[in-house]
């Protein structure tokens, strides 16, 4: 996108930490049909980061990315058994 400093700066500014494609769909699925959604994004790239050497680092850090896999499925985990967010 020709304004995606914009954009991004935008959204920052109203608290969004970070987005990505997959997910969207996924919370307008969990809506239509009333159901709660969870996604938990593995981030490469900080906001205002360099996006090349944030995925030419991911690409050569197999073991960051596993870590970071590690963390992300260890934070679902611990969201979906805590009996303190049940509705």
Avoid at 19 to 39: A, C, K, N, P, Q
């Amino acid at each position: 996108m020709d304004d995606n400093a914009e954009v991004e700066a935008f959204w920052s500014k109203k608290g969004i930490k970070a987005d990505d494609m997959e997910s969207g769909i996924l919370m307008v699925i969990g809506r239509l049909r009333g159901m709660e959604t969870l996604s938990i994004l593995n981030n490469v790239v900080l906001y205002q980061g360099d996006l090349a050497e944030g995925v030419n680092s991911l690409v050569n850090s197999a073991e960051l990315v596993a870590a970071g896999e590690r963390a992300s499925l260890l934070a679902a985990l611990n969201i979906l058994t805590d009996t303190e967010l049940e509705a």
